[in-house]
């Protein structure tokens, strides 16, 4: 049904452009089509106004490269915060993420992506050559890599860990381990394996 | 992590918008607005264009209430259509999905909704009003109502019903049954039940 052409170019232009969204497919994007025609004529427009705004009114922090409003994002800008610290993480959501968690006080550095070569995204792709001058202007003396465990985050890390390791800093990665909450029996294998190889005295557990 | 603010109002405002999309929640809207910012600027620009061009340049044909670029569409405006027959379908997809068949020549009438009273959509809100007067100008004989199964769609179809019973024409639905090249294990019972309780003579199943 969907493959045929649509009965007005703007619509099919429409779904062309939507379909072009991460996850979005043809079918999925008709019906967001669809949807914006069957509201009023200006919530269609304030959501493409918000797209233009996006695309051409963020910035992004020269220091961490968070996206954010301003030259430099609130955390570094925050006196505050722990300079001696440095966590690469893949994009602004992590940022979210690990501030929710209230444990981490320190600087972040967002990469903006992860090296994939498959994807044509290679080391000059991502944010990731100031890193060292970074960590030398900061004098810092730990990089915390926390970054998603995939194919593209394990390549992304050992990247990193490559290029900070003669940097003269502790150079640190999440722990991976069963969750919180989590039951033995669902935790899947190599997670299992590796919480037991890297298993952490007990009276550590007690104090969080 | 995605109910606090975000670090930048522009991305706030941008995933606000998205997420007024159905289906989609902030974490999948913050998802494709750091893509559109992965992305060229243009690209973010085209798709918002597209979606000015959608709502502000759309049309609805004055007869079935189509989607089209002209006043009329191109199906109505078609003299090869049977213009006896009315298929009432719901929005453009299904007039796609039922043109794809090649089984149908007459014309359609798009409600563009359903009728639906916990959503507070009445049979003002849809495009039900001047179906009669079509049926009486184009001195129709047959009303198709092609409405999904639904409670929206059972409630609609019957309002399409009453307003055309005294019409004079012949009033057709679906049929339901259990689909081509689907084994009779799997069909849901409602389904299996209606296709025995409807059955048809077993020459006609050798036509199509």
Same mark, same amino acid.
Do not use: W
């Given at each position: ?125 991502? &944010? #990731? @050559?100031? $890193? /060292?001058?970074? %960590? *030398? ?32 800093? &502790? #150079? @640190?990665? $999440? /722990?991976?381990? %069963? *969750? ?29």
């Amino acid at each position: 049904m969907i493959d045929q052409t649509l009965p007005s170019r703007v619509l099919e232009n429409a779904v062309t452009e939507i379909a072009k969204l991460p996850g979005i497919g043809r079918r999925t994007a008709l019906r967001l089509a669809l949807y914006l025609l069957s509201r009023s004529k200006d919530s269609g427009l304030q959501l493409a106004e918000s797209i233009v705004a996006l695309v051409t009114e963020t910035k992004k922090c020269v220091q961490c490269h968070n996206i954010c409003e301003a030259e430099i994002c609130q955390i570094c800008a925050d006196p505050h915060r722990d300079r001696t610290k440095i966590c690469v993480v893949e994009d602004v959501r992590d940022v979210l993420a690990i501030e929710n968690t209230g444990q981490y006080r320190g600087l972040y550095h967002v990469l903006g992506g992860l090296i994939n070569p498959i994807a044509g995204i290679g080391p000059s792709e991502i &944010q #990731i @050559s100031d $890193l /060292a001058d970074r %960590v *030398a202007r900061l004098n810092a003396n730990e990089v915390i890599i926390a970054l998603p465990s995939t194919a593209e985050g394990d390549t992304t890390a050992y990247y990193v860990f490559k290029k900070a390791k003669d940097l003269n800093v &502790q #150079i @640190s990665t $999440l /722990a991976r381990g %069963v *969750a919180v909450g989590e039951e033995l029996q669902y935790a899947d294998e190599i997670t299992l394996g590796r919480s037991i190889l890297n298993r952490v005295p007990f009276e550590i557990s007690l104090k969080n």
